[in-house]
């Protein structure tokens, strides 16, 4: 049986320096198939930057860094990733709509100075549909709450279906519940499809729950959690049918939950009435 486990992102003896200041030295990682790794770190440790490396944004002063078993600067298959920026990283007087973010998504640098085809513009709506925000797909995005932006931003990451989600920080600014919906989207990924995930957190427990608490120290500033997902089934599944099916299923729980709140009211109001009662009862004898 085919195992899902070859290399997805490779740092090989990778070191870098801002303007001769040195940042990251000497990285060595290994990011298998369908591992869900979370980087942990101080402020100013090189989170972000290691991922703007990853993702070709910045180059090593020394070593190699490897997507898919091939050297970044031969790679090309950028629609195998997404990548959900840091949240400060937007500006929220951009004057653009939600559908024009996410559709932004289909543009990679292989692909970026092409028209748009038909078909992009349902890839878009599909991808709002399955994240829950398709209301909101004419609203400028620096009008939303910081959930719904988060939710944007996966929408445009995962619209070319990518095999590997690179998210910086996603859950900065948001509520605990909005990061627990948030979380429970990306586990449902992890966990039904064949996709593997590096994000930085700064929510050490998140990243303990779901990941272990045995991190790989990669220097005295940086650990990395890994969880290893034990599927053998290597192909891609469509992950908006499946997210939708989610948010269906969500929904369904919600509506439910939602009655058996209103039970419970109104059984509580029942039983304040059977104490009034009572008491009236009392009051008479
Ligand atoms: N464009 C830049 N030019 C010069 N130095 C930079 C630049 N970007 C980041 N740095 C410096 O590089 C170091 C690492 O920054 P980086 O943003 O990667 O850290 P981080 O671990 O993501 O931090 P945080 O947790 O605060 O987001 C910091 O000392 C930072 O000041």
Redesign the pocket.
Known sequence: MQVCHEPVIELDHVTFA??G?P?LQDLNITIQQRDFAGLI??????????LRLIVGLLKPSAGEVRLFGQPLRSFDQWDRIGYVP?KHALNPQFPASVREIVLSGLYTRKRWLKRLKPDDHSKAEEAMQALGIEQLADKRVGELSGGQQQRVFLARAIINQPELLILD?PFTGVDEATQQSFFQILRHMHQHHNMTFLM?S?DLQMMREYLGDEPLRINPRLSLYVRHSHGQDCRGTDIMHSLKSLRADREEEQTASHERGDQRRFHDSGEVQAVIHAGEGEGEM
């Open positions: 801002y303007d200041e940042v770190g101080t402020n100013g440790a090189g989170k972000t930057t290691m840091q920080e930085v700064h």
